[in-house]
């Protein structure tokens, strides 16, 4: 069971992160594959770092890798809220529209 849960962790996260990039920005070669291709590069890498390095070496890794995946999760932020208000707008037209068609049909 332990094997399997920890498997189930960082492929979760890789899933994540690629979906929300993939609605912000869009795909990578029109398939979602190459992001999480080099989202599970970037972890094993840091898996094997871990390994064979010392731990001030992986804390100054960590440090970095967080950095840069709070970017990515905050461009994936703003581009979700955008993407809500777009849909949003979209609703609130279509929504009059059909209510204009229902004034002017009475």
Known sequence: FLLF??????????LIIAAGLEVVVGNIGGSIIPTV?????????YAV????????TQLKWAKLL???????????????????????QDLNARL?????DEILTE
């Open 5 to 14: 849960s920890t498997g189930i962790g960082p492929s979760t996260v890789i």
């Open 49 to 56: 770092l871990c390994v064979y390095t010392t731990q001030a």
């Open 66 to 88: 967080t950095m840069l995946f709070t970017v990515i999760m905050v461009i994936v932020l703003i581009g979700q809220a955008r993407e809500m208000v777009v849909s949003f």
């Open 96 to 100: 009059t529209a059909e209510r204009s």
């Open 37 to 45: 291709v080099i989202l599970f590069l970037v972890f094993a890498a």
